[in-house]
């Protein structure tokens, strides 16, 4: 009881942030700056923008319906839940730090309550998985705190002091060199947490053996810290590196989403389905991220949101048909729909929703991510067309092999259908699914501004030009032929 008050006290404060938060100007809001050590140049400087704004409400809303979902867990009750009020208090300074070192000292804190929820409330193979996750962060995290601690030397260069403070980091001029290192050591980094292929191999692991609870965290909020931290850091502080290293980014993401698609439509564990599936739509936040327009920057971070939802009551249903039948297997079911008619229409929803059919939420940050690719990169982008269709195969595919037909299996005869408490669960997100989808205005409205303050800063520092309809990508204006 007293770590759900916590939470709905944060998504009531999240909320709060909402209603104030001023649409329209670009630029952080609600700052807050402590000086820790001067000489050093590093303060507690938080802030949010639009971007940082919809993570920390999603961040919000996801907690509560996690908390409520643990009632599989029972023992060392106190520790897990003290674990999970940990883990959110590192995810919401990850989202409004503005300061690179206290963003990376809340980036650790995420890795410790993840690896022990993990680690000891996981399943049979707990601690490999948890073990795995822990090497896989901990060496994005050297790669980061590397690249941290490059640019606040090279900041001292020029300002005669080191700092740490990311809107002050804004005025250092980076050479192209040292830009294509640090965007590397960020981009591992984040990649890593993405993930990106081919840095994805611990994803499915941690989302087989973590409780339900961990996996609607994992999937829903702590993959968008690396895709954030690509949006905030790599774009912004190194958009040289950015502009050049756009087709490898857009490469790479076009490779996950096929091939996270591609493996999910072979497997035979519904939760590793899942998991596999949010490599791909990983992939599209990547794609929109790299393809460097106001479409496709805005369509990534939508997507963030999108997939947090879709995905996250992905796995709370996985978890409440395991609490029934402890098995994963698809082949263990079949014919659900005629003993769990609720169930099974919710599943078939939010898998249209994660599809990307309309008017669901899925559509609009699939749909803009593909448009703002189409500007400047084509080729890409017709080939990411691919994941979509693989993504209404390995779908549909599970759903009529577990909901459709007479039912194969006699133990699930006696299935009970959803109750009370579960319909309340993912009553907010079936609502959110179709509300996103209906009416993406407000988060569109929010985010816009800081994309075009990010976009702005990449074509005022290079040569680059962000495409628009009737022009050619990427082309400076002098050299757009008609």
Not at 94 to 122: K, N, Q, R, S
Not at 291 to 299: E, I, M, S, V
Request: aromatic fraction near 12%; include cysteine; glycine fraction near 10%.
């Amino acid at each position: 009881p007293v770590a759900l008050a916590l939470s709905l006290l944060t998504l009531g404060a999240a909320c709060r942030l909402l209603a104030s938060f001023e649409v329209g100007p670009a630029g952080f809001q609600f700052q807050e700056q402590v000086i820790w050590y001067e000489p050093w140049g590093v303060s507690y400087h938080l802030g949010v923008d639009g971007i940082s704004l919809l993570m920390v409400l999603l961040t919000a809303f996801l907690f509560p319906i996690a908390l409520l979902a643990s009632t599989a867990i029972t023992h060392r009750v106190k520790g897990y839940f003290a674990s999970m009020l940990f883990l959110e208090a590192g995810i919401l300074g990850v989202f409004v730090a503005l300061d690179l070192l206290v963003f990376f000292a809340f980036w650790e804190v995420m890795l410790v309550p993840m690896y022990f929820i993990i680690g000891m409330w996981g399943g049979e193979r707990r601690v490999y998985a948890a073990v795995k996750f822990f090497l896989f962060t901990a060496l994005g995290s050297a790669l980061m705190l590397a690249g941290i601690l490059a640019l606040a030397l090279l900041a001292g260069d020029q300002l005669g002091r080191p700092t740490f403070d990311f809107v002050e980091l804004l005025g250092i001029d980076l050479g192209r060199t040292a830009q294509f290192w640090m965007f590397g050591a960020f981009a591992l980094s984040f990649g890593i947490k993405v993930p990106l292929f081919p840095l994805h191999t611990w994803l499915p692991d941690a989302h087989v053996e973590a409780p339900t609870a961990g996996s609607v965290i994992l999937a829903g909020v702590l993959l968008k810290m690396g895709a954030y931290g690509l949006i905030r850091f790599n774009l912004t502080l190194f958009p040289e590196a950015s502009v050049d290293l756009m087709p490898v980014l857009a490469a790479l993401a076009v490779i996950g989403i096929i091939y996270g698609a591609v493996v999910a439509t072979v497997q035979t564990d519904i939760k590793r389905l899942v998991a596999y599936s949010s490599v791909s739509h990983l992939g599209f936040v990547v794609l929109g991220i790299f393809a460097l327009t106001t479409q496709g920057l805005q369509g990534g971070v939508v997507q963030m949101v999108n997939h947090g939802l879709t995905t996250g009551a992905l796995f709370l249903l996985v978890g409440m048909i395991y609490e029934r039948r402890h098995t994963r297997r698809i082949a263990d079911y079949g014919g659900l729909a005629t003993v769990m008619p609720v169930f099974a229409g919710i599943f078939l929803f939010i898998s249209l929703g994660s599809i990307g059919l309309p008017p669901l939420n899925g559509f609009v940050g699939e749909f803009l991510v593909l448009l703002g690719a189409y500007l400047s990169l084509p080729g890409f982008a017709v080939a990411a067309v691919l994941g979509v269709v693989l993504a209404a195969v390995y779908l549909l595919w599970a759903y009529q092999r577990m909901f459709t037909g007479p039912i194969t299996v006699e133990a699930n005869r006696g299935l009970r259908d959803l109750g009370f408490r579960e319909v309340v669960l993912l009553a907010p997100i079936v609502a959110l699914v179709l509300l996103l989808g209906i009416f993406p205005k407000p988060a569109l409205d929010r985010v816009g501004p800081a994309v075009q303050g990010i976009l702005d800063r990449i074509e005022a520092t290079t040569d680059y030009v962000v495409p628009q309809f009737g022009t050619e990508a990427g082309l400076p204006e002098a050299e757009v032929r008609p």
